[in-house]
C-alpha cells in the first residue's frame, strides 16, 4: 500500500455538524417503524453482540428449513459456518414460501423496459408466476445438463428473466455466476475461464440508451478465446439477427417456454455456494468472492427489511436502481427483497432516457415507496436541473438509499430536499461485494442522520477503526476499518485462490476482516468512510482496480508502461487518469496524433474490460515518476491528475524534469 488519503479530505467531512432527526409522521407514512428509537437500536445491537448466536438463530427461524441446523455458528479465523448442518433453499424461501402462505396472488416483480415509444413496456410477476417461470426455466436448465453444484455464467441485461435465471439456479442447487452486461468479451472469456462454466445465459442484446449492446456477439466473441461452455441458452429482447452456433445455443423461447412448471426445489447444504461475483482487487484479474446459502439469506433478507422499513401489505413499492451484475443487484433487487414481500421494482434503462426525467416518471406512475441509488446518480440529477424533478409528483417517497461511494454532503441535501422533500430519512449504505450485505448504515425511524457518514454498523456488525497494528483507535482518529467479528453473510473465499483470500481480508490485521477502506469514527459514533486505503477506485460507484486498467492499457501495442490513478471526477466521484510511456516508433508527431492514440487507447480499455473502465485522461511521458528504487510515485500521480500543485517532497523523485511532462508543461 498505499498512502493514506489526504488529511485535508478527512477534515472536510468532519466539520459536518448537521444532524436530521426522524421526520414526524414517518412511522404511521411507513407502516410502523421496525425500529423506532436510538435506545431501541443500542439495545438490539448490544444484544446481536453479547449474543450472536441467539440474535442469528432467531432471525433464521423465520425460513423454511429443510434440515434444522445443529449449530448457528462454527468459527474458525478466516472460516466462518452458518447454520451447521442446516438445510435449505433460498428460491423456495424468496418465492415458493410466499405462494404456500397464501400470497401466490401478490405481486413480486414490476419491471418496466426501457424502450418508451408510446406506453412504457411493464411486466409484472405474481410469486405464484414467478415460481411456473423459474421452474420452467430450472427444468429446462436441467435438461441442458445443469447439476447441482455447477456454475453458470449469466450475462444478460436488466430483464426479469435475469432474476429468473437466478433463481432457478439456485431452486436445482447450481451457482450463478452473473457478469454485468456493460463488461467486455474478454472480461466474460476471463471470468468463465476462472469458474471453468459449462453454461452461460445471454441474449440477443441489451437496451441501453436506446441502443443496443450485442451481448450474444460478446459472448460468441468470449466463447473463440476460452473452450468451457458447453451451452448457451439465449433470451430473446431486442430481435436483431445473432450468429448461431447449432448444438451450443438454444434461444430461451424453445427450451423454457415448453417446460414443465413442477420443480421441486433442491434442499442444499446451508454452506452450498450460491453465487460467485466476481470483483477488483488491488493486484491481478478479478477475484470471485463466494457467498453461500443460508447466511447470505438470512442477512441479505433482515437488512433488506430493517434498513429500507420493507413492510408487506401496505402497498409498498421498492426500487433499486443498480444493475444486478454487482452485489446491490443481488442482494437488494433479488435476494433480499423477495423474502420481505414487497414488490421489487426493476428497471432496464438508464436514468436520462428518453429524457433526465425519466427515473422521477416511474417513482410517479409505479408509486414508488423506497428508492435506492448511488451518489453518481444524484450529482447527475442534480447537474441535469431540478425541472426534471419537479415536473413529478414524488410524495409516495417514504426513504432514500445511498451506496457504493462516498456521498458528499451538497448531494445528500439535495436528495433529502429535492428527492425526499424533507420527509424520507436517507439511509447511506456501506457494505462491499465480500460483505454480502449492508454493514454500516443509519436505520430509518431510529438513527439521527448527518450528511456524509454512513452512522453506525447493522446488527452483528463488530466495526472498529484500527491501526497498522490492529490497534483500536480513540473516537475521531482516523485509521483503517476492519470487523472484528464474524457475520452471516460475510465472503467464504475467493474462487480457486486460498492465499489470495487470506492475504487479501485476513493478513494485514490479525484476526479481523480488513475491509480495505480507510474510515474514521466521530465523537457522536458516527462512522466515515474516506475511500480505499489500496489500488481499488470506485468510478461511478464501480469497483475497478489501477492495476487492470494498467494492464489493459500495456496489452495495446503502443503502450510500454502505464499508471493509472483516480482523479476527483464532478459526477462520476472518482475518474481514471492514466499515465503511459510509448514505444518510440508509436509516439505521436502531433496534437492530431496524439488525439488519435488517445482514442485508440480508451478504444481498447473498452475492449479490454468495458466502457467503464476507459480512462477520461490519458497523458503521454517519456518516463514515469519513480524512486531511486524504481517505484512508481502514485501520491504523486494523483495529485498531478488532481491538478493539486501543493509542495510536497520530491527528494526521492529521480528525474525532475519528468514532473513537467506529466503535468503536461512540455
Ligand atoms: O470503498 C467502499 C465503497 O465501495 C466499496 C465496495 O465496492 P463494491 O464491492 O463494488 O460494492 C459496492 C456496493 C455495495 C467499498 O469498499 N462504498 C460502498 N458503499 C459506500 C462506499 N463508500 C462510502 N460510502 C458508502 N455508503
Known sequence: MTETKTSAAIESVLTEERVFHTPAGFSEAIGGAYVESMEDYERQYQRSIDDPEGFWGEAASEFDWMRPWDRVLEWNCPDAKWFVGGQTNICHNCVDRQVDQGHGDEVAIIWEGEPMDGAPEVRTFTYRELRDEVSRCANALKKLGVKKGDIVTIYLGMVPELAVAMLACARIGAAHSVIFGGFSAQAIADRVEDAR???????????????????KENVDQALEMTDHVEHVLVLKRIGNDVDWKDGRDHWWHDVVDGESTECPCEPVDSEHMLFLLYTSGSTGKPKGIIHTTGGYMVYAALTARTVFNLVPDRGQ??????????????????YGVL???????????????????????????????QFYTAPTAIRAFMKWGDEHVEKHDLSSLKVLGTVGEPINPEAWMWYHKKIGGERCPIVDTWWQTETGGHMITPLPGATPTVPGSCTRPFFGIDAVIVDEHGEEQPLGSGGLLAIRSPW???LRGIYGDRERFVDTYWKRIKGMYFAGDGARRDERG?????????????????????MEVESALVSHEAVVEAAVVGMPHEIKGTGIAAFCTLEPSRKPADAEATKALIKELRQHVGV??????????????????????????????????????????MSTLEDKNVLAQLRGES
Open 197 to 215: 462454466s459449462r453454461f452461460l445465459i445471454t441474449g440477443d442484446g441489451a437496451w441501453r440508451r436506446g441502443s443496443v449492446v450485442p451481448l
Open 317 to 334: 413499492v421498492y426500487w433499486c436502481t443498480a444493475d444486478i451484475g454487482w452485489v446491490t443487484g443481488h442482494s437488494y433487487i433479488v
Open 608 to 649: 479490454e474490460i468495458g466502457a467503464i473502465a476507459k480512462p477520461d485522461v490519458i497523458r503521454f511521458t517519456d518516463a514515469m515518476p519513480k524512486t531511486r528504487s524504481g517505484k512508481i510515485m502514485r501520491r504523486l500521480l494523483r495529485d498531478i491528475a488532481a491538478g493539486v500543485e501543493r509542495e510536497q517532497d
Open 488 to 490: 452471516p453473510a460475510m
Open 526 to 546: 458516527n462512522f466515515w468512510i474516506m475511500g480505499r486505503v489500496d489500488d481499488v477506485i470506485n468510478v461511478s460507484g464501480h469497483r475497478l482496480g489501477t
Open 339 to 369: 423474502p420481505n414481500r414487497v414488490p421489487t421494482f426493476m428497471f432496464e434503462g438508464a436514468p436520462n432516457h428518453p429524457d433526465p426525467g425519466r427515473f422521477w416518471d416511474v417513482v410517479e406512475r409505479h408509486k414508488v415507496t
